[in-house]
C-alpha cells in the first residue's frame, strides 16, 4: 500500500508561487507515472502535469510555462512548483499515483487547497 499526503497549498495573491508536496510512504514510488490533478468548486476533476516513472514530464494547457512537476527519490515525495498564480488556479490539489500500464489511479491523496486572490 501506498499513502500519499499532499502540502503546501494556501492562499496566495495572483502572480505569486506556491510548491505543492506530494509525499509517499509505504513503499516507493518511482516505478510510479505521478500526476497532480484539480478539482474547483462546481467543475470536474482535470489534469494538471504528470512525471513518469522515467522522468519525462507533460503538461495542461493552461498551465504550461508557469507550473514545473518534479520528483525527489531520496524523499519519495513528488513536487508541483506553480509560478505567476491566477485565480482560475483555485482549486483542491491532488497527486495520483499510477502504473505506467494501467490508466487507471492506484492511489491517490486528500488534496490540498490553493486559493489565489486577484
Known amino acids: 500500500q501506498v499513502q500519499l499526503v499532499e502540502s503546501g497549498g494556501g492562499l496566495v495573491q495572483a502572480g505569486g508561487s506556491l510548491r505543492l508536496s506530494c509525499a509517499a510512504s509505504g513503499r516507493t514510488i518511482s516505478m510510479y507515472d505521478m500526476d497532480w490533478f484539480r478539482q474547483a468548486p462546481g467543475k470536474a476533476r482535470e489534469f494538471v502535469a504528470g512525471i513518469s516513472w522515467s522522468d519525462s514530464t507533460n503538461y495542461a494547457d493552461s498551465v504550461k510555462g508557469r507550473f514545473s512537476i518534479s520528483r525527489d527519490a531520496a524523499k519519495n515525495t513528488v513536487y508541483l512548483q506553480m509560478n505567476s498564480l491566477k485565480p482560475e488556479d483555485t482549486a483542491v490539489y491532488y497527486c495520483?499515483?499510477?502504473?505506467?500500464?494501467?490508466?487507471?489511479?492506484?492511489?491517490w491523496g486528500q488534496g490540498t487547497q490553493v486559493t489565489v486572490s486577484s
Open positions: 495520483g499515483a499510477r502504473i505506467p500500464t494501467s490508466n487507471e489511479y492506484s492511489y
